[in-house]
């Protein structure tokens, strides 16, 4: 791989099934979350397909069941302001999202 210059490692991702035996992968891109889920879809020469999705990630409070302050209440979000991506796939699995 010398031939394409100096390399950098830009995130670190982790390979997990879900409970319904789908494989996906998760990590951290600086302040987001990713994940990398197998599309519906396929290319034209029929390999398989990725979608890559990104989420904010929770604060170092929220992660941290540890760092007891008082609770901050949040407003939830309108069902309208949903992720575009919610296939019903998606819901199914319990994906760490």
Do not use: C
Not at 45 to 64: C, F, I, N, T, Y
């Amino acid at each position: 791989m010398s031939d394409y210059g100096p390399q950098m490692k830009l995130a670190r991702l982790y390979e997990k099934t879900s409970k319904t035996g789908n494989q996906y992968f998760v990590g951290r891109l600086g302040m987001a979350k990713v994940a990398v889920l197998k599309s519906k879809e396929v290319a034209e020469d029929g390999s398989p397909m990725w979608d890559v999705l990104l989420q904010e990630a929770p604060s170092e409070q929220r992660r941290k069941p540890e760092a007891k302050e008082e609770p901050q209440h949040e407003a939830t979000a309108p069902a309208a302001a949903a992720p575009p991506y919610s296939e019903k796939r998606l819901r199914d699995d319990s994906i760490p999202f």
